[in-house]
């Protein structure tokens, strides 16, 4: 047993140092502030660890803003809801194809086909994927040798369709347990949403990464696309696993037509993060 506690320390310990020397890569004070935040909680110094956080998110607030000014200038004052249409698409990914999918996977892709009533289901894969999107060479490039990790790669990939064809985008491990409401599809922006409260998600409930939806060409998403395109164009890494959210925020934060499209999108499906806290 003793073993076994020194053996996930020593493990812990590495990933720590694996993690910090991939934050200096941004900045030594951001990586010191990710230790405290870390390491903090981890040994009960739960203030530290609530002050680091803050500040944390603060530095990567403004790392972004600072990283993604042009485009953040070209959509400040953007209010384009999209266009609206009849039957608009579900998209779902799974990068290898349903042949090599867990049993899981392959059940809640089955579920969404079954309950999309008159929606066409859209699978995307890696052999597919072109057929609806261009994705930029040094992206790719860059997942290929572990720079960009695929869930980034995913994210822009759901941003880009949502952007060009609309629809709603639902992660490969949903499961669908009755049809999929209209409602989903006649917002300009959906995702889903429960009472706004803080608690320790960057999103404070306001949204979610693995269900967005909206209309043809919305504002939010072709600029979480064009922002997604800069980042990476301009860097090597993410500045954090959670990236995608820090994205939305930013978007948020600096954009008031998508602020006000999130605030008029009603709470809905509150009972989702059950099973994560059971």
Sequence with gaps: KMASIVKRMASRVKKTGVQFASDCNFSVYYACLRVCDELGGRVGLNKLSVWARGKK??????????????????????????????NPPIW??????????PALVKRCVESTYKNAGMHPVHLITRENYSEYVEIPKYML?????????????????????????????????IFSSQQIPEMCFNLPLFT??????????????????????????????????????????????????????YLILTAYDHIPAIREMMYVVPDNNIHRDKLQAA
Aim: proline letters at 2%; aromatic letters at 18%.
């Design 141 to 173: 490039d860059k997942v290929d040798t572990g720079k960009m990790g695929f869930a980034h790669l995913a994210d822009y990939v759901r941003v880009k369709l949502l952007a060009t064809y609309g629809g709603l985008w639902l992660d490969a491990t």
């Design 57 to 86: 998110e603060q530095w990567i607030g403004s790392y972004l803003c600072k990283n993604l000014q042009p485009v953040l200038d070209l959509y400040r004052n953007r209010n384009d809801l999209g266009v609206h249409q009849e």
């Design 192 to 245: 889903l949403k429960g009472p706004v409260q803080k608690c320790g998600y960057i999103s404070d409930m306001r949204w979610v990464t693995f269900c967005l939806g909206g209309w043809k060409g919305n504002v939010f998403y072709r600029f979480l696309a064009e922002a997604f395109e800069l980042y990476w164009n301009e860097n090597e890494y993410a500045v954090d696993y959670l990236f995608f959210d």
């Design 92 to 101: 779902v990914c799974w990068w290898t194809g349903m042949e090599t999918a």
